[in-house]
């Protein structure tokens, strides 16, 4: 088991967090998140589960709108990088899990067809994330998976009603959040989720707590019905912030 932060203790939680929609869009809660990272950053682990590029999200801790976080998990999941970790032993212990024959460029070639087009990640092209434009008909999105039937190598993930992601099979935000709680030693209820869109559907199929801001696509709402699905009525950061206190994370405010 690898932990770079050391032994987590019993009262350690992890949030795990979608970035755009979720934790940003309401600067109000962004000032809040920051202000409960800096009190204590050791109180709680932090991953960010973002459909970004490492580069990016370094860009946005540097900028001041996000604290430094303790992971990342880049390009919906398909990569883990430890913050302060060089090495990143985490990253890639996770890496090393993807079963043989992902072939990206096979992927992108089956994948286009009417109504289904290649996303342009230009010299960022993660290497375990296939991403493409939809015109947002469900027919389009059922030829596509016609056209890549193989399903027990990869998994088709649409979002926003306008996006496509191809991954292979046990990788994505979900399976990086529960690598995540495996290799910190915590139990599910000591994580907790958070996101706004479809692509972070599979981080609430599990028993972890989940929250969900109000600001969220019905696409995620319709999808997190458990009872330790907390749906906020705040946005975005606040939203996520106030889910921490429902679930007894954080106290609440005076």
Known sequence: MVTPLGVSSPKTFLL???????????????????????????????AYVTGRYLASVRELVAAGRLPAPDYVCVNVGTEIFAWDDPENVIGREYAARIAPGWDLGAIYAAGVGEG?????????????????????????????????????????????????????????????????QQELGLHPERVVVAGDAGNDVEMFAT?????????????????AREPWHYHSPLPAGRGVLDGLRHFGFIEASP
Request: glycine fraction near 10%.
């Open 16 to 46: 795990a967090a979608d970035i755009d929609g979720t934790l940003l869009g309401d600067e109000q809660g962004e000032a809040a998140l920051r202000a409960l990272r800096l009190r204590d950053p050791a109180a709680f682990r932090l």
């Open 116 to 180: 289904i087009w290649l996303q342009d990640f230009g010299a960022d092209q993660p290497p375990f994330q296939a991403g493409f434009s939809w015109d947002g008909r469900p027919e389009s999105l059922a030829a596509m998976r016609q056209r890549l039937a193989d399903h027990d190598r990869y998994r088709i993930l649409p979002s926003y009603g306008e996006f496509v992601d191809v991954l292979p099979a046990g990788f994505g935000k979900g399976d990086a959040v529960c690598f995540l």
């Open 207 to 223: 028993d972890q707590r989940g929250i969900v801001p109000v600001n969220a696509l019905e696409e995620l709402k319709a999808a």
